[in-house]
């Protein structure tokens, strides 16, 4: 039987270094640290996004369409231990994830444009489907975007709140698995992204933590 897919809301704001610190004050009250946090208080996330041979994903998300869907994979605190293949959906609004973890070997493959040498399909479906739109579209790595999470949760609610803090790109795919990248910033100096997840509601007390207007 299939499990039916989970659909949330991921709700974005660009805030100021200070509101970032005010809301980190507050949001402590309420929420536990993310289980991966380091002994820093946050990590490192280094995204590889793929788009296919139009540019279907870029222009999507430029004109705002609703309905769509995108590649990454995902390596955290610039280690290969862990190596996340995403398919993230957005339907009405909402956001779903399919998620997969993959090998160095088809990392680098893919990285290095060996794809033919070896067939990498498998029993995972989520890898035989990005491989299927790999072959079929031309989907091809296009950017890397590295920044450091600060990460706090509610479990019981399945809540998740973000401040994402030095979010920078890369256009030199070929070197996502080298330690020192040449990144250059995306947004304006002094600011940061806050991410609210949930699924169905936002309870009173993250509401009332995460407003700036008190």
């Known amino acids: ?15 100021t270094a200070g ?18 946090t380091s002994q820093y208080g946050d990590y490192n ?16 998300n430029e004109i705002g369409v609703d309905n769509r869907y995108k590649y990454r994979i995902r390596i955290y605190n610039h280690s290969t231990d862990v ?4 398919r ?14 993959i090998t160095e070997e088809l990392l680098s493959a893919i990285l290095e444009e060996r794809m033919d040498e070896e067939n990498y399909y498998c029993e995972v479906p ?5 491989l299927d739109d790999y072959y079929n579209s031309y989907l091809r790595p296009k950017v890397i975007v590295e920044y450091e999470r600060e990460a706090y949760v509610l479990e019981d609610e ?9 979010i920078c790109f890369s256009d030199d795919v070929q070197s996502f698995l080298e330690q020192e990248l040449f990144l250059q910033p995306i947004m304006m100096s002094g600011k940061e992204l806050l991410e609210v997840k949930y699924t169905e509601f936002l309870p009173e007390t993250i509401y009332e933590a995460l407003n700036l207007g008190k």
């Open 1 to 15: 039987m299939n499990k039916k897919r989970k659909f949330r809301f991921e709700n974005k704001y660009i805030i």
């Open 19 to 36: 509101q970032m610190e005010l809301l980190r004050n507050r949001i402590e009250g309420v929420c536990d640290l993310d289980k991966f």
């Open 45 to 60: 996330i280094r995204s590889l996004y793929f788009d296919d041979y139009k540019g279907t994903s870029y222009y999507d």
């Open 83 to 86: 190596i996340v293949l995403e």
């Open 88 to 101: 993230k959906i957005k339907i009405n609004g909402r956001i779903s994830k399919d998620r997969a973890f």
């Open 126 to 130: 989520l890898i035989n489907r990005f």
């Open 158 to 166: 399945d809540i998740r709140v973000t401040f994402d803090k030095g």
